[in-house]
């Protein structure tokens, strides 16, 4: 077994590379250790899976072993590497199963609808509640919580409607909410 561990990083992996392009699965061995983490990350990254992106680690290993005469350039390794790593990790992607394939109807008949009528019946009171309280609010604090609760406007959509700075708009909302909230409260207690 040669040692390589005498020579500078850089030489030493291209080293390790026209090794293994001989046959040398030791010197293959070594490149394995120093990039198997980087293989791992990058796979990890495109997969979001941490078996899936050892797996594909594996497979990567296997392709680059079997490939590896086809490399021209020993200093070019880190970079065929990763665009192994990067195209075996796109094609597991795009071809593997979705995590759960469930029947439309098997999926309809687990579903059950826990509520009861007096969930319904709380639910409609406090939405009587709500309107009711939005109802006694002045036009522009209703128009702000409207805007930006019902009609889902971003702050800045509503700065340029009511033609006022953002933090001015942070403000009336914060001030909307605090005035519906006594007005439900006070419509609770009555």
């Given amino acids: 077994m040669t040692d390589y561990t ?3 990083e850089k030489e030493r992996m291209i080293t390790l590379v026209a090794a293994s392009q001989i046959g040398d699965r030791d010197a293959f061995g070594q490149l394995v250790e120093q990039f198997q983490g980087v293989v791992f990350a990058i796979a990890l990254k495109r997969l979001r899976d941490y078996a899936e992106a050892q797996e594909l680690c594996q497979d990567v290993f296997i392709q680059a072993m079997q490939k590896i005469d086809q490399l021209r350039e020993p ?3 880190p970079g065929w590497l990763r665009s192994i790593t990067v195209r075996m990790a796109i094609n597991r992607a795009v071809r593997r199963p979705p995590d759960i394939a469930t029947e439309p109807d098997t999926l309809a008949a687990t579903c059950v609808d826990r509520r009861t009528p007096l969930h319904a019946l709380i639910d409609g009171e406090r939405a009587e509640t709500l309107h009711s309280g939005l109802a ?3 036009d522009l604090d209703r128009e ?5 609760y019902v009609e889902g ?6 700065s340029d409607e009511f033609d006022a700075p953002i933090g001015t708009i942070k403000r009336r909302l914060h001030v909307a909410r ?10 609770i207690a009555v």
């Fill in 153 to 158: 406007q971003s702050l800045r959509e509503m």
């Fill in 136 to 138: 006694q609010l002045r």
């Fill in 6 to 8: 005498q020579i500078d």
């Fill in 178 to 187: 605090k005035r519906l909230a006594k007005e439900m409260e006070d419509q």
């Fill in 75 to 77: 200093a070019a390794f």
């Fill in 144 to 148: 702000t919580l409207r805007a930006f």
